[in-house]
């Protein structure tokens, strides 16, 4: 599967739980939208994940990736220490300069 780089750099650090690897792939004012929460600009991004890999250990395997106009789309199977795992979760993302600016999950 073809990846651009910040996919395959999320996709990596995610796997390896490495938090200010994972805050690094988006911009300074990237949203994100998990579990009913909104989580503003990069420190915010990284505690949440922090947090999240902390309780979850949450391992993606890619799936399916396209980009339209307006969003990129990641379908991953997502699996960890949560109930139901393995899940498919959609990555909606919204990638600008290189850098993640706005990733929603839904599943």
Known sequence: ???PKIVSDLIKTQNSFDSVAYADCFSETAVVFDEGKTH????????WIADSNERYKAIIKP???EENDTESI???ETSGNFEGSPIVLTYHM???DELIQSLKFTG
Request: charged share 40%.
């Open 74 to 76: 990641l379908k991953a």
């Open 94 to 96: 919204k990638i600008a």
């Open 1 to 3: 599967m073809d990846l």
């Open 40 to 47: 503003n600009g990069k420190k915010e991004i990284e505690r």
């Open 63 to 65: 799936l399916s990736f």
